[in-house]
């Protein structure tokens, strides 16, 4: 099959002079996008970057993580966009546990990459956005980097289906993300599946106001959009009003927005002010919308119809949509697959469950990613035959519409953010006066959930929530920090021995009670 990256070696024959990616005042046209990816693949083949060779990207939301996208493919190398939010020590665990070679960062991230770099045994280059002219080892100026190749034409690199196009880590259900192993034909079938179900064209324009190292700011649908020759408008990072600007000054057509996104645009005084007439769909997805959530969004974006969805990195997003006919009648579901997707809920001994009761639900299809980096058990865990097993429950009705009752064990969701609860436990038992640590979700207006956990301290031993906030800040990302801190006596647990985080999730806090 054709590397993913040579859609532009099309696009810039039909439309060059055609808007690609825009950030504030800053705008890229095909050719220029087409031109700058060149520059940058024969910078990186120079660097010794090839096949298989893994590119960190941690970066805010700006044209040249996409440039990279595109340049890192088409020489057959694989990108791994990093969380920003995340803590130096999940940086350094990442990037060493994927081996990278590369480290694309921009200033602000650059003293922390400094401090990780002794653990990073597998890296060769680093490279700097914003750098000054000149630059000098150990790291290389971006601008520098193109510079030196102006003019370049890098035929893109043959691929397979199979081979790996990116690696995302996510949160599971263990004390350390997983490597997802996206391949080409995933992207393909992603990309199409969407355009399909969207009739995406050249003339649509998305807005990615989430960010770019999750599958929602990436594919949700932006590489959609630009496969079929439309136009992205990024925002840096999320800033409810100026969704809103943009929207206007740019008749954007579609936008993903997390739970708390929504709410936060939702919120925005003298929102009527903006126009929003262009927007004719809005893709959301991780928790329910109720029903006067989504007659507001319908309100706020009056042409647009607000397709909740269903997804995972796994799958590389999006795999089922409610649609516009259904959008109140089928209230609560997350709606039907994509093209060649199926999906199948199961029972506990695999069997396939009678409609409407209650099961995993398991996905099966093009979208459905090649396995775990390095992780030959959590491969075999999730994919059985051909299927994945998802770990979330659901159910599907007599028209097939799918349904989410719960999500994955011991998971909490943050503003559009999953938080494994085993990592934030893993650092709680690091603490010298922690005997035993539960991390359980805690309802919030704004984030939807915020950790709470529940420890039990060593005899003799005590700590307060100050001094276990700042232990757990230094080691995590600021949003997996517990918002709270409740000491127990002992934690419940079943005659296995299994903690019961069914019954801490059940105890009010002092504000409930």
């Not at 397979?160 to 995933?186: A, E, F, H």
């Not at 005659?495 to 019961?500: A, D, N, R, T, Y």
């Amino acid at each position: 099959m054709h590397n993913f990256a040579s859609i532009l070696d099309y696009h810039v024959t039909q439309r060059p002079d055609a808007v690609a990616v825009v950030q504030d005042e800053r705008q890229l046209t095909v050719r220029e996008l087409h031109e700058r990816v060149n520059q940058l693949a024969a910078g990186l083949s120079e660097l010794g970057v090839g096949r298989g060779d893994i590119v960190g990207l941690l970066l805010y939301n700006r044209p040249e993580f996409l440039e990279l996208v595109y340049a890192v493919n088409r020489i057959g190398a694989v990108f791994l966009p990093l969380n920003y939010r995340l803590s130096e020590d999940e940086w350094q665990y990442i990037l060493d546990h994927a081996r990278a070679k590369v480290i694309v960062t921009e200033p602000e991230f650059v003293p922390a990459v400094v401090r990780i770099d002794p653990g990073l045994s597998h890296l060769e280059h680093r490279i700097q956005l914003d750098a000054d002219p000149g630059t000098q080892p150990p790291w290389t100026g971006y601008e520098d980097l193109l510079a030196r190749h102006k003019g370049a034409r890098v035929e893109p690199v043959d691929v397979v289906p199979g081979d790996l196009q990116r690696l995302m880590y996510t949160s599971g259900t263990t004390s350390r993300p997983k490597g997802v192993c996206i391949t080409y034909g995933n992207v393909q079938a992603k990309n199409l599946a969407h355009i399909v179900h969207f009739g995406l064209t050249a003339a649509d324009t998305t807005l990615v106001c989430g960010p770019l190292y999750h599958v929602g700011g990436l594919d949700m649908p932006a590489l959609g959009v630009l496969y079929a020759g439309g136009t992205v408008v990024l925002q840096r990072r999320f800033d409810p009003e100026g969704v809103l600007r943009a929207i206007q000054e740019h008749k954007v057509t579609n936008v993903w927005l997390a739970p708390a996104m929504v709410n936060a645009v939702l919120e925005v005084p003298d929102r009527e002010a903006y126009d929003t007439a262009s927007v004719r769909f809005v893709l959301g997805g991780g928790e329910k919308t109720p029903e006067p959530v989504l007659r507001r969004i319908m309100t706020a974006f009056p042409n647009a119809w607000f397709a909740d969805a269903y997804g995972l990195t796994e799958t590389v997003s999006g795999d089922t949509f409610l649609d516009r006919e259904h959008s109140l009648t089928k209230l609560g579901s997350v709606g039907r697959p994509v093209p060649h997707t199926r999906v199948r809920i199961v029972g506990d001994s695999g069997e396939e469950a009678p409609t409407g009761e209650l099961g995993e639900i398991t996905l099966r299809g093009p979208k459905v990613f090649a396995g775990y980096w390095r992780d030959e058990r959590a491969t075999a865990a999730a994919l059985k035959d051909g299927w994945f097993h998802t770990g979330d429950i659901g159910h599907v009705d007599e028209d097939g519409f799918l349904y989410i009752d719960d999500r994955k064990k011991d998971m909490i969701v943050s503003g559009g953010e999953n938080i494994a609860t085993p990592e934030v436990e893993r650092v709680l038992y690091e603490h010298p006066a922690v005997l035993e640590a539960a991390v359980v979700g805690l309802t919030h207006p704004r984030w939807g959930e915020v950790p709470r956990a529940f420890v039990v301290f060593r005899p003799g031993t005590t700590a307060g929530s100050e001094e276990l906030g700042e232990f757990c800040r230094a080691r995590l990302a600021k949003f997996k920090v517990p918002a709270r801190f409740d000491v127990v006596d002992a934690l419940p647990r079943t005659p296995s021995g299994k903690v019961l985080k069914r019954t801490l999730r059940d105890i009010p806090t002092e504000e409930q009670a």
